[in-house]
């Protein structure tokens, strides 16, 4: 089975119910970026975004 990386908006910020889920990390942290620069006005670098917020499920 292959690994998902998922990005649960809601456990960052309460009023947020995003969600991210994809098999592929590229897609999910280009999705994760272009959100949280979109909806919270806050610019992540990819890094910060696989360290702080993507899981792997």
Request: glycine content about 2%; charged content about 35%; hydrophobic content about 35%.
């Amino acid at each position: 089975m292959a690994s998902a990386h998922k990005l649960d908006c809601e456990a960052a910020a309460s009023d947020c119910r995003f969600i991210i889920q994809s098999e592929n990390e590229e897609e999910a942290v280009e999705l994760a970026k272009n959100h949280m620069k979109e909806v919270h006005g806050r610019d992540y670098t990819d890094e910060e975004l696989r360290e702080e917020h993507l899981q792997v499920v």
